[in-house]
């Protein structure tokens, strides 16, 4: 079955950290371009970070620069999205991505609140 699954979302005080998680089945994900999205209440999706095939190439939203890190391990079929130094403006739901052909995980609650 071709999907991917999210985890690691959840509560965390403004300061704090979380990392998620994507893991692919079903296709070959070490081929592919992979990407995080995130969608606050009453927001367009918008895209936080892009890590190509190989680990060697990420981009950042502005917004995240700095505080997020995208990684992979192809290994292991997941890509990563390290999230320090959270705000309460990083509250959304995030979402794994396949770049292009697209494909969407279900997404994943952040709360960022005290």
């Known amino acids: 079955q071709v999907q991917l699954v999210e985890s690691g979302g959840g509560l965390v005080q403004p300061g704090g950290s979380l990392r998620l998680s994507c893991t692919a089945s079903?296709?070959?994900?070490?081929?592919?371009?992979m990407t995080w999205y995130r969608q606050a209440p009453g927001k367009e999706r918008e895209l936080v970070a892009t890590i190509n095939y190989s680990g060697g190439i990420s981009n950042y939203a502005d917004s995240v620069k700095g505080r997020f890190t995208i990684s992979r391990d192809n290994a292991k079929n997941t890509v990563y999205l390290q999230m320090d130094s959270l705000k309460s403006e990083d509250t959304a739901v995030y979402y794994c991505k396949r770049a292009s052909p697209p494909l969407w995980g279900q997404g994943t609650q952040v709360t960022v609140s005290s």
């Open positions: 079903g296709f070959t994900f070490r081929l592919y371009t």
